[in-house]
């Protein structure tokens, strides 16, 4: 049965970071209607790997006709090298939005994990967070240095004019003046001025049940705590 495949083209690309660029695509009379959070699976084709899909959560909520995608790119990662290498007027087929991680409730406090381009999806959940009836809410947001951080100044904007918005950003660049080491370790600060929150968690799988295991020792019920779901498959024990 053949896949339910989408043809965007790049409206527009340039570098957020040394390793992460965006990707605009546009689908000319299409509404995209995905829930902020979901991922779309960009497929791949080479002589090497044969065809192939990689999810990518965008950036941006629904009801246009366009996407926006941060990726970053692995030195082994050829969907990434592919897409890295696309220019405006370019084809990408993707498989249209789905995924499960999304907000369950914008009327309780919240805390956003992520790590890397795990942030993508939160930017999206955000922005619907804010513009809803939110209560109190704490981004963590990990990264190797400065440089690193994807979307600083918009976080930055929404935390100066949300007052609720708390943003923190954790590097493992020791000569950063702010807070260092693994997101996981901060959690007592993101979860300390919450009621009852509900945790969101997206980055690599690692990272993810690590600190879906430090929020239950910290007291959060499993039904407070939500991913894509299939992390614990992917880690080796």
Same mark, same amino acid.
């Given at each position: 049965? /053949?896949?339910?495949?989408? =043809?965007?083209?790049? /409206?527009?690309?340039?570098?957020? +970071? ?9 689908? *000319? ?20 790997? @044969? ?12 009801? +246009? ?12 990662? +050829? ?86 918005? +708390? ?20 959690? *007592?600060?993101?979860? @300390? ?5 509900? /945790? ?9 049940? *690590? ?15 939500? =991913? ?10």
């Amino acid at each position: 049965m /053949a896949l339910d495949l989408l =043809s965007t083209t790049v /409206a527009a690309t340039y570098s957020l +970071t040394p390793r992460v660029r965006q990707l605009v695509l546009e689908v *000319d009379g299409h509404t995209f209607t995905h829930t902020p959070g979901q991922h779309v699976s960009v497929r791949y084709e080479s002589e090497q790997d @044969g065809v192939v899909y990689r999810p990518y959560s965008p950036v941006n909520g629904p009801g +246009t006709d366009r996407l926006v995608l941060a990726v970053k790119q692995y030195d082994e990662g +050829t969907c990434s090298v592919w897409l890295h290498e696309r220019t405006v007027g370019d084809t990408i087929s993707v498989m249209p939005p789905s995924g499960n991680l999304h907000l369950q409730d914008p009327a309780r406090d919240v805390a956003f994990l992520a790590t890397g381009t795990g942030l993508t999806p939160m930017m999206a959940m955000l922005e619907q967070y804010l513009a809803e009836d939110s209560e109190n809410a704490v981004l963590l947001y990990g990264e190797r240095s400065p440089a690193d951080l994807m979307y600083r100044p918009t976080l930055d904007r929404l935390s100066a004019s949300h007052p609720n918005l +708390t943003v923190e950003y954790v590097l493992s660049d020791t000569s950063w003046n702010g807070r260092t080491g693994y997101v996981q370790d901060h959690l *007592d600060s993101a979860l @300390g001025g919450l009621d009852a929150p509900h /945790a969101y968690i997206c980055g690599v799988p690692q990272m993810v049940v *690590d600190t879906q295991s430090a929020l239950r020792d910290a007291g959060l019920p499993d039904d407070h705590i939500f =991913s894509e779901g299939w992390e614990q498959g992917a880690v080796s024990n």
